[in-house]
């Protein structure tokens, strides 16, 4: 009688203790960001060795991360006239029997333009903010989602290609899924999120601020208010320049793009200068960590609690 009580209280004490999950940490934030934005890689214009080299340290953390391709292997290809481009999908399978089967889509672009206007004898454009920190972001999220193995919805982890050359990466990929008729949750998309905002400021802001609840939704989730409204993404129409809105356009989902970028934080936008060392590492660590609540939470709702308001 007493070895079953101590067995009931022992099991029961077990099931209480969570195994604590490695969130991401500078070091790793530094490495990848460091390594996407180097000469080595030559500013990762598609169709490049630059971004060929780029496109293989990305399926090495998927693989090393146990993240699953998607399709038969982590590329989906497209042709652009003569050249190949290459989005990198990685797969997540949801822990959830019912849930799984919908999916939530993290996302950034990996490309950039390659060169730009030489200052100071530098022609290569690293492209650090825009958007190898956004890549860093989806990829820390892999390792931390692969590993924390309780997200009941399906991700897929994708990396863009052609984003540079009017989203056809995104475009390309968007109309394979609708095709395939994925039932997809949501998209978001994260570009420049490697300078912070200033003090007063929320963290971050999201484009097409007013077409969803999911700003609304992800501060609720993450219990903190990270995500705000930026006036200038409403004038410059943010929301359809940049991958998420071919997400938008083929499903008609909560398909943004969240950014920490506000126009008056970063001078190198398709600039030579755009590199690693202009990065705020602290920032960009501090972000990913206080994301990771908010998308579990997307991830793991009963419900669609994510929509999109219709006027
Ligand atoms: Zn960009």
């Known amino acids: ?17 969570t195994i ?23 500013g990762r ?18 693989k090393e991360n146990k993240i699953k391709p998607y399709f038969k292997t982590y590329r989906d290809s497209f042709n652009l006239k003569e050249i190949i481009g290459y989005n990198i999908v990685g797969y997540l399978e949801g822990t959830d029997k019912n849930l799984k089967n919908e999916f939530v889509i993290l996302g950034a672009h990996y490309d950039h333009i390659g060169k730009a206007k030489e200052v100071n004898g530098d022609v290569i454009a690293n492209g650090a903010n825009d ?45 394979k899924l609708k095709a395939a008729h994925l039932n997809i949750y949501t998209m978001i998309n994260f570009e420049m999120i490697g300078v912070a905002r200033a003090t007063g400021e929320t963290m971050a802001y999201i484009t097409g601020y007013e077409m969803s609840n999911m700003a609304e939704k992800l501060n609720t989730y993450a219990n903190n208010e990270i995500i705000g409204f930026l006036p200038q993404a409403k004038t410059y129409n943010l929301f359809k320049r940049s991958d998420n ?12 793009a969240i950014s920490t970028f506000d126009f008056t934080n970063f001078e190198y936008y ?30 793991n709702a009963p419900t669609k609690e994510i929509t999109i308001i219709n006027e």
């Not at 940490?25 to 996407?36: N, R």
């Not at 989602?145 to 990929?173: Q, V, W």
């Open 270 to 299: 398709h600039h030579v200068d755009d590199e690693a060392d202009k990065m705020d590492l602290k920032h960009m660590t501090n972000f990913i960590n206080k994301m990771i609540p908010a998308l579990q939470g997307m991830i």
């Open 245 to 256: 809105y071919p997400f938008y356009n083929e499903f008609k989902i909560p398909a943004q």
């Open 1 to 17: 009688m007493k070895n079953t009580i101590l067995l009931i209280l022992l099991s029961t004490l077990l099931s209480c203790v």
């Open 131 to 175: 958007d190898a920190s956004g890549t860093v972001a989806v990829l820390e999220w892999a390792k931390y989602f692969s590993k924390a193995n309780n997200n009941k919805r399906s991700i897929l982890f994708t990396l863009y290609d052609a984003e540079e050359m009017g989203l056809k990466g995104s475009e390309h990929l968007a109309k």
């Open 20 to 42: 604590k999950v490695e969130t991401p940490i500078l070091s790793d934030v530094e490495k990848s960001l460091y390594y996407l934005a180097s000469d080595e890689l030559e």
């Open 45 to 62: 214009k598609t169709g490049t060795d630059g971004i060929e080299k780029a496109a293989v340290f990305i399926e090495n953390i998927f």
